[in-house]
């Protein structure tokens, strides 16, 4: 059997969000079938230096070491979405570097068909980007048909795109750890406890949550939300109004910040809540909705319009219909269980593996 050599770049644990996760999966499953795989974690710990992966501590840091993986044999797959103009610059120049050094990289391209920069019609002046970072690409990984279509509409052939959901079975072997005593005592103590993964940007619309878990609270008077997902510094602009409207809504004790947790951890939190919920609208395809459904946790979720058909659906940003909507599930707890059907488990850690090898 051939080695195959690849160089992920992308984010990596900690913390633990959905794309590095995946990564890390990825790296494991490769390695265990006997391949090589580095990872070049660009994300928030990015300069923290780790066997588990390399650090990159600059731009140049960056350049070098993409270019030195790439002159011993590795090729690149880059992971990008349609949010961040850095992760683009970075996508390109990794590829360039490949290309130069004779290979054509793989692409994830993550999220859904709603996005900043994405798709075509969003952003015209994003096109030249787009196309050449699907053009430099010579297989495109994406989480749904539908994504797959709006590539496609960069010029780009259906035969090098495929859809392939960023959730596995895998993802559903955990071990149940022991909890933090605080984050015990909250679960015991509140009734009933609602879940979500938020971080504190306005693409999350925390404010919608916070004004609809004050709307629930007069109707279920111990509740609890656990909020799951990196905190910013307290300075931070988008974290002081967060904290500001929670005390003006008189939530402090309805509320528990977890910050970023393990996987097992996250699953094992999930697992006890009443209700899974989700607030990003630019997730496509989200594993922990899929998670939640699979473990028979009942998900509200934003509207996106790749959402599972068993999400009872709000209005993103509309905190009444949001709490019309958690107000319904908890009243008709019993009908919404008996009405779920856990999604199709794929492998699709062994679908992507044999994708990577063989490309």
Same mark, same amino acid.
């Given at each position: ?6 160089? #992920? ?73 349609? /949010? %961040? ?10 590829? &360039?570097?490949?290309? $130069?050094?004779?290979?054509? %990289? !793989? ?7 709603? /996005? ?24 495109? !990984? ?10 496609? #509409? ?8 495929? @859809?392939? @959901? ?15 005593? =605080? ?5 015991? /103590? ?30 279920? @008077? ?13 300075? +931070? ?15 402090? =004790?309805?509320?528990?910040?977890? +910050? +970023?947790?393990?996987? =097992? ?11 899974? $919920? ?15 459904? %699979?473990?028979?946790?009942? &998900? ?17 940003? =509309?905190?009444? +219909? ?8 908890? #009243? ?9 059907? @856990? ?17």
């Amino acid at each position: 059997m051939k080695t195959a050599k690849i160089l #992920e770049i992308s984010p990596y644990p900690p913390p633990h969000s959905g794309w590095s996760v995946r990564v890390a999966m990825i790296k494991q499953e490769l390695i265990r079938l006997g391949h090589a795989c580095v990872v070049l974690n660009i994300g928030r710990n990015r300069k923290v230096k780790s066997t588990e992966y390399e650090d990159v501590q600059n731009g140049w840091d960056f350049v070098r070491k993409v270019f030195w993986y790439c002159a011993h044999g590795y090729r690149v797959h880059a992971h990008v979405n349609g /949010q %961040s103009n850095k992760g683009i610059v970075l996508t390109l120049l990794s590829q &360039v570097i490949n290309i $130069l050094l004779g290979h054509r %990289s !793989i692409l994830t391209f993550h999220a859904g068909i709603n /996005q900043a920069y994405f798709p075509r019609r969003k952003k015209w002046h994003y096109f030249p980007l787009f196309f050449l970072i699907f053009a430099f690409s010579d297989t495109i !990984i994406c989480n749904d048909e539908e994504v797959k279509r709006r590539i496609c #509409e960069y010029g780009v052939k259906t035969h090098k795109v495929f @859809p392939i @959901p960023a959730f596995s079975l895998q993802y559903l072997h955990f071990q149940e750890p022991a909890l933090s005593a =605080d984050l015990e005592t909250f679960l015991k /103590q509140q009734s009933p406890v609602l879940t979500t993964y938020s971080l504190l940007r306005p693409t999350f619309h925390l404010d919608t949550t916070l004004r609809a878990l004050a709307a629930l609270k007069t109707q279920w @008077p111990q509740i609890g939300m656990i909020m799951i997902g990196s905190i910013q510094k307290a300075e +931070d602009m988008d974290a002081k109004m967060i904290f500001h409207l929670v005390e003006k809504l008189d939530l402090q =004790d309805c509320l528990y910040w977890a +910050d +970023d947790l393990p996987h =097992d951890k996250f699953l094992t939190v999930l697992k006890r809540s009443k209700i899974y $919920l989700r607030s990003y609208v630019y997730d496509g395809v989200c594993s922990s909705v899929l998670e939640a459904l %699979s473990m028979g946790i009942p &998900v509200v979720g934003c509207e996106n319009d790749l959402r599972p058909q068993q999400v009872i659906i709000f209005k993103t940003g =509309d905190a009444r +219909d949001l709490t019309a909507k958690v107000n319904y599930v908890l #009243e008709n707890y019993t009908e919404v269980l008996a009405g779920l059907s @856990p999604p199709k488990l794929r492998d699709t850690i062994a679908e992507e593996t044999i994708l990577l090898v063989a490309t």
